[in-house]
């Protein structure tokens, strides 16, 4: 590897790296959102508007750009809008059943199942300075939710299958991000997640399942469920982005900022402020991040 290239791999990871940060603080506004929601409007409809939305956004670049879309995709493009879809209605069907902190709690396993994923799927290189970096920012989030013994039932297998779903869709994500458009990967995955979300909802109302029953919301609603889909789906463009210049291994311990994002629109939107061992979980976990930022800041600079 030339000088040259020593330095536009460094500087490729250090936007990744920076990227990822930005997104993991504003994708919690989804849930902040959908929070406010959640008193009239089911979170069948609330999953399935986001997709509705996201789809209609990106259509007219999508549809701009197809003649440049890498063919032979289209069966990786269902793949990750169906995982998308499903690792959301599996959350919401846990924050059913378990408090929202037990969910979320387990959810939070996902970026480790990511980092070894990656290692086993993408053939990517993890050393135990990555591994360590996971596993402490995991310990930060347990510090922050303080989880019950009761997170340890059966209902544990939902958010357990929501991260696993989830690790799998970045996986899906990274594997064809260096090669295919941004807009093209998350129309599609917000299309085949909506086809999913619809067919959920069918089901719903055809059984009468309360969460996945539609209801016809307000206009206030139906603005809050558009910013919803305004939200999802700049976030998730960053995540694609930060994806196409790093290696998911790098990135999976950035996913536990969104505990520092969904904190702040926490006290911002409903008023509950951090105790200070809340704020020991965020020290840790935005230490863990910057160490892997500093790590591979210094790895990128030994250019043979």
Known sequence: ???????????????????????MLLLPAIDALA????????????????????????????????RSA??????????????????????????????LAEAISIFFVEPLILTL????LLRESIGWRRISAVVIGFAGAL?????????????ALLPLGAAF??????????????????????????????LVMSAGLAIGWGLDIAVLTPVWPTLPEWGLL??????????????VHAFRRAEAAILAPFQYLEIVGATTYGFILFGDFPDATTWLGVAII????????HRERTLARQVP
């Open 35 to 66: 929070k406010v929601l959640a008193a009239t409007v089911p979170a069948g409809l609330i999953a399935w508007s986001r997709f509705a939305f996201q789809t209609t956004l990106l259509a007219p670049d999508a549809l701009r750009k197809r």
């Open 165 to 194: 779903c989830f690790a799998l869709y970045l996986i899906l994500t990274r594997r064809i991000a260096p090669r295919e458009d941004p807009t093209t990967m998350q129309f599609h995955a917000g299309f085949f997640g909506f």
């Open 117 to 120: 994923l990656s290692a086993v």
């Open 70 to 99: 890498q063919r032979g995709l289209q069966l990786t493009h269902a793949a990750r809008g169906a995982l998308l879809a499903l690792t959301t209605l599996m959350f919401f069907a846990a924050v059913r059943v378990l408090p």
């Open 143 to 155: 510090i922050i939710i303080r989880p019950s013994y009761e997170i340890f039932g059966p209902h």
């Open 286 to 293: 935005v230490g863990s991040g910057f160490y892997v930022f």
């Open 1 to 23: 590897m030339s000088a040259s290239e020593g330095r536009t791999a460094e500087r490729n990871v250090e936007r990744a790296m920076l990227i990822m940060v930005a997104a």
């Open 226 to 239: 558009a910013l919803i889909g305004i939200v999802a789906t700049v976030g998730h463009q960053m995540v």
